[in-house]
Every structure is written in C-alpha cells, then in structure tokens.
C-alpha cells in the first residue's frame, strides 16, 4: 500500500465511526423505549429490544398532558413560523433597495442588538411589562422579525436581477405587489431554508416555556419534556388513564418512569427525524445563503 | 424625524464639506426633493416598520431597561419609576460565590472553545478528502441530524446512557472490568459531559460553513500544486488551510460572547444537587437568582457586566484579527 491509500482508508475509517457515534444515542433511546421498563432495569440493553413492547407508547399517547403539549408545539411552530417569515421578509426586502434614503441608519439600528443586549432579566420584565406572560403570545410575537434572517434575505433580495422588478414597475405594480408577484416566487427555496431554521427553533424551544408561562394548558412539549425529567411514577399515574383502559395488567406492570420517559422523547422528537431526510438539503442550502458576506 | 433627515442628508454628503450649516441644508427646493424621495419609498418604509417596532419593544426597551441594575425594583413602580441605588446591586463583584460561578463558566467554556472550534474544522478537511460522493453525502446528513433536536432530548440522552445500571456507558464499563460510576452525579466528569455532548450535537453542523469554504477554493490552485509535486498533506498546509482562514476567524470572533455563556438551554437541564459546584455557570445563575427567585436588580446587574464583556471580546478579536491582516466582520 502507498502512504496515500493508508490515509483514505484511515480517514473512511474514522468518517464511519463518527456516523456510528452520532445516530448510535437516538438508537440507544429509541430501543429503551420498546422495551418494557422492568426489564431495561436489569441492564444489559445495547442494540436491540430485549422484552418488546409497545405499552410505554401507548401509555404516553393516551397522556392528555402530553397531547395537549403537542397541540400548543404544532399550533406554535405554524403560527410562529409563518408571522416570522413573512415580516421578516417585509422587512428585509425595505431594506434591500439601495437607494432607499437612510438606509444606513436603519442598518445600524438593525446592528446594535446584534452587538448588546439587555440581557435575559430586562427581556423578562419588558415581556411582563407588555402582558405577554402565561399567554401563548409570548412564544410568537418576540420572534416575529429575526436580525440574522433579516440579513440573510436582504442579501438574498440584493441579488434578485433589478430588471425583473423594473419590469414590473413599469406596468405599475406598486412595491407590495412587486414583493408579492416577483420577488416571494423567485425566492421560495430561501423561505424553504429560512423557514424550516425557524420551525425547528419553535418546535425545540423549552426555555419560554419553562419560564415565560405558567399556565400548564400553555406548555409546549419541549418544556413538558423538561418536567418530565425529574418525575417519578407517581406523577405518570396522576396524569394517567385509569388501569382499566389498559389492555393487559401484565404489560402495564412492566412500565417504569424510564420507560415512559424515553417514550415521552421520541414521540417529542420522532417528526423532526422522519422529516429529516427529506428537508436536510434546505437546510444546507440556508446556511450557504447565510454564509454569503453582505 | 426632520433631525434623522438631517442626519441622512449629511452621510449622503460625506466627502463634502462637513460644516453644512442648517440653512444650506433645508433649502425649501432641497427639502422638497428629500419629501419627494421619502414619498417615492413610502411603501419601503411601510414594509420596513414593524421590524423597527418589534426591535424597539424586544431589543432596545430591554436595553433600556438595563437601568434597573441601578435601581431597586420594585414591582409596582416598574422600571422607569423604581428609586436609584447607585451601585448597590454590583456588590455581587465582592462575592465569592459570583467569582465561583464565572469560573466553572471559563472553566466550561475555554475546553469548549479549545476542543469545539478545531474539530469541526478537522471534520471538514477529513470530509474534504473522501472522493467517494456518496459516503461523504451519507455522513455529512447523519453529522447534521443532532444539531436539530432539542438539548433536552441531549439530557435525556445523557441521563439515560450514563445512568447506573441501565446505561450503556456502565454497561461497556464493566464488561471491560471497571466498577459502575455515577457520571452526572460526580463533578469532575460534568464538563466533559457537557462538552463531548455539545460536540457531538454541533461538530456536523459547524463543519458546513468551512465545507463551504472549501469548496470555494480555486482548483486550479492544487493542479498546479499537483504539477510541483506537493503531496496530500503538502497541499492541505499550503492550499486548503490558508484558504478557509477567513471563515475560521470570522467564525473565531462570532464565538467569542460564547466564552461567558456556556448555555443554559444545555445545562440547566443537566444541573442537579450533586453535581452544583461545577454545574452553577454565570447564565444558569442569572435564571436562578432573576427568573426563580425574583431578584430582579441583582440578576440585571450581572446581566450588564456579561453583556459589556462579551461585547468587548467580540470587539477586540475583531480588532485584532483585522490588525493582523484577516478579514473581520466589518
């Protein structure tokens, strides 16, 4: 073997083993919760399910607290998704047109937030101050226009041939329209990236919800998740349907508060894996178009 | 607004003479002409309104708010109206406890930055050299795929793999001989966990923004390298290394407010009383003493000097490497 194929081999090698390394943690809580929970206590669990179930499954999706959850999540991530993009997008195409007068004033306004912030306590009291606490407003209308996105699409927006839009104005579209009927198709497979970014940003958020609410109607799943974390079979219970709606006593005995929490995960986490697949090249593509220097 | 119009003509002018005094300005045909282009974007600035709106109520009246480090909130007379105290509330400068979690801060932080920004530079050059398209295609999506669930799916990860018993990690542990330990519960694994965790959730991810660099990389370079006879690591030192150096620097001074936050969305889940004097960071300390305890002023307080620090190191590294001839972000 010459030096250079020791090191492709070495270097497949490696690239393989960190794949494995990657996918091998949402494997290992996936199969924990297959299995029942008194038998995952006996250790011993690696690749596959020892004792197959789908109790714990059934259990957590017969949860009301956790369908609910699921609800304000889903009802966030659209709403909150689709207000961000679109005046995000308002937004940044205002700012794409370079003769606009003060544009750069307007710049530098955009820019200080990006250098300082109040921090998270003056954030809270503002939050407080304009009654968005324990609402579910406070998950949508802070993200409503996002800096970074804002600059991606205006660079984004500054690429648009001119002459297209000129075209358009020629037959006297005003600006709205322009945005509406030139530049918004052009420049879908961006809001596809953009948009995708802000939903996962929605759909993974637990800190609002831990912190900014306290109505237990309003928390989203990431959050209930959280609280998950330190609960104990007693708090599955309370939550729980009665045993009789359980198909066998036998199975149900078998549930652990482990158990149900890696149910719990996966049914929080399942979609974004199966979408996965489908979106990562968006994905890609919008941290390229957000790579691009203005 | 007539003063921002002012302000407006003046950079418009820059160049010229800087001493315009008001009256040259505001010519009555010149004033007409600034109305009629203003009127000419009137849709632009329509367009562009509630972004200002939103930055002003979520950006910069919490900037604003940033006052009441200096006051004692009280909580019927909100900001504006709560009683000066000077600098009572920067006492915590005095408290050790305060140092105490500024250094499990750094102490998170600096490995983070030390083993966290190279890797996924390394990730990429490793990746850059597959020639089969395929596999590379393969592990670069299962390298993104952490980066898009949440950190407390992370701790549930951890909690479980680490766990006695029914963890993985224990389960490896003692097939090879070792006694069962109990990760999250002793302090000295805590920031390892918390960096190899965060590696693993953001190494892929990282990796695209310097992918992309090298794929911008003039091939030709490396033919005529080839031609010279440089071999593989020959052209990486050479080629590859200095032609990403821009984004590493840039990526360099956009971690730098990172060096002060080692994350709360990551660690607060992780944080139990076991594992406190080293999982208490500076941004898990402002949750706790400001969100669960209501110490407003204090937790603000904190806030500030954060926020100056992190803001000074962006600055300085920006000068820095602009100082020694790299491209910084302005």
Known sequence: MTKRSYFEYINYVLLAMVGILTLYPFLFIFILSLNEGT???RGGIVIFPRAFTLINYKFMLANSTLLKAYRITILRTLVGTVGSVFITALVAYGLSDPK????????IYLLIPMLFSGGLIPYYLQLRNLRLINTFWVYIVPGLFNIWNCIVMKTFFQGIPESLKDAARIDGANEFQILFRVVFPVSLPMFAAISLFVAVGHWNDWFSGAFFVYDPKLVPVQTYLQQLMTQEMEGFRASAPSVSDMIKFREYSTITSLSLRMAAVCIGTLPIICL????????????LIGSLKD | MGDMKVKMRISERQGNKLLISLKEIIKPSELNYILKNLWKFRWHYIMILPGIVLLFLF??????????????????AGIWKSPWVGLKNFYFLQDPYFWHTVKNTLAITIYRLMFGFPIPIIFALLLNEVRNEKFKKVIQTVSYLPHFVSWIVVAYILTSMLALDTGVVNFILEKLGFSQIFFLGEPKYFRAIVVISAIWKEMGWSSIIYLAALANINPE??????????????????????GIMPTVGIILILSMPGLLSAGYEQIYPLVNP??????????VYIIRLGLVSAQYSISAAIGLILGIVQMLLVLTV???????????LW
């Open chain 1, 39 to 41: 038998d995952t206590m």
């Open chain 1, 100 to 107: 606009l007068p003060g544009r750069s004033i307007l710049m």
């Open chain 1, 276 to 287: 996965y697949p489908f979106l990562q090249r968006y994905f890609i593509k919008g941290v």
């Open chain 2, 59 to 76: 950006a910069y009246m919490p900037i604003m708010g940033v006052q009441i480090a200096f006051k004692e909130y009280d909580l019927t």
């Open chain 2, 221 to 242: 370079l490396y033919e005529a390298a080839l031609i010279d006879g440089a071999g593989r690591f020959a052209r990486i030192r050479y080629i590859t290394i200095p």
């Open chain 2, 274 to 283: 076991a594992n406190m004097s080293v999982s208490e960071v500076l941004d």
């Open chain 2, 318 to 328: 920006n000068f820095l490497i602009k100082k020694s001839g790299g491209v910084g």
